[in-house]
């Protein structure tokens, strides 16, 4: 069994054909890039074989186009693909901090799953600071993590219609199992290993199987919304959009209006805890009008999404 890592060095191309299974045009398209002026930059994180950068340049749009990925061997594939723009081979981290004034940076195909809770913290500070003051930050993430506060250690990933992805490939049929198996490593954490099978068949009925194994964070819509108000992100729910099998959810740089309350910078959290155990919607909104909390209301009075919490 080989690790994930081999899957985006040493099969990188295998990676790239099962990858290829969007509507990336739809997707650039609900991002709004194709609004943006030539000035602008487009930034792509963990990119792989960079399909979204790629097909932004197909589409027409002359604008900056960026893609960070760790993988050498994906830069060559993305570049042989057709690839035009600034591949930045690095970690996302690294390569993100030398970006400033980015209009859009994008974090596709659920790929947040691959780095810890800790990584994913900082990672959101420099996307902040690598955003322009109208900037959006665009995630790919399951909708699972979307309807409950806590991810599941174990989905039902049989009903997502990533779990299996058939392609052509020169002669080949080439199916992708992911997960095929999984294993908890750890619960408190949501950390799981899931096994990856690939198997390529010719026309003659000849198979190849490869079996990799990929540990992956799944981070609850919860914790990825706590990490970006801790970095001055807040929701933009007007540009979430949906797609075949999850939701693209965005987030914008805080106003300065809001960070600049007395009530606000001293708002903590014992008093955002405060917040929800409050009776009626009555003493919800005198509360939340006089500290300038941005909420989201549902039928419990009791449920309260707050963001922008510094």
Not at 171 to 183: A, D, N, Q, Y
Not at 193 to 219: A, P, W, Y
Not at 271 to 288: G, M, Y
Request: aromatic letters at 10%; glycine letters at 4%.
């Amino acid at each position: 069994m080989l690790d994930s890592n081999n899957l985006y060095s040493d099969y990188a191309e295998l990676y790239a054909i099962i990858a290829d299974d969007r509507d990336f045009e739809y997707e650039l398209t609900q991002m709004e890039v194709l609004k943006l002026d030539s000035s602008s930059t487009f930034v792509e994180l963990f990119a792989g074989p960079a399909y979204h950068s790629t097909t932004l340049k197909k589409m027409g749009w002359d604008g900056k186009i960026i893609a960070i990925d760790s993988s050498k061997a994906m830069e060559d594939v993305a570049k042989k693909r057709g690839f035009f723009g600034n591949y930045i081979c690095s970690d996302a981290i690294t390569g993100l901090s030398t970006v400033t004034q980015a209009q859009v940076i994008c974090i596709p195909r659920y790929s947040i799953v691959l780095v810890d809770h800790d990584y994913v913290k900082q990672l959101f500070y420099v996307i902040a600071n690598a955003l322009c003051s109208d900037g959006c930050f665009f995630i790919e993430i399951h909708k699972d993590t979307v309807v409950n506060e806590q991810a599941k250690i174990h989905g039902n990933w049989e009903r997502l219609g990533i779990y299996r992805r058939e392609v052509k490939n020169q002669g080949r049929s080439i199916e992708c199992l992911w997960p095929f198996t999984t294993k908890a490593v750890d619960i408190e954490k949501n950390i799981v290993d899931m096994c990856v099978k690939i198997t390529s068949t010719n026309d003659s009925g000849k198979q190849d199987e490869f079996i990799f194994t990929s540990r992956e964070h799944l981070h609850s819509r919860t914790t990825l919304d706590n990490f970006a108000s801790e970095a001055r992100l807040v929701p933009a729910p007007d540009l979430n959009f949906d797609t075949s099998d999850g939701n693209f959810i965005a987030y914008q740089k805080k106003s300065d209006s809001a960070a600049d309350s007395d009530y606000f910078k001293t708002l903590g959290k014992k008093a955002l805890n405060r917040i929800f155990d409050l009776s009626t919607n009555e003493t919800q909104s005198k509360l939340i009008e006089k500290s300038g909390l941005d909420v989201e209301h549902h039928d419990s009075p009791l449920s309260l999404h707050v963001y922008n919490l510094l």
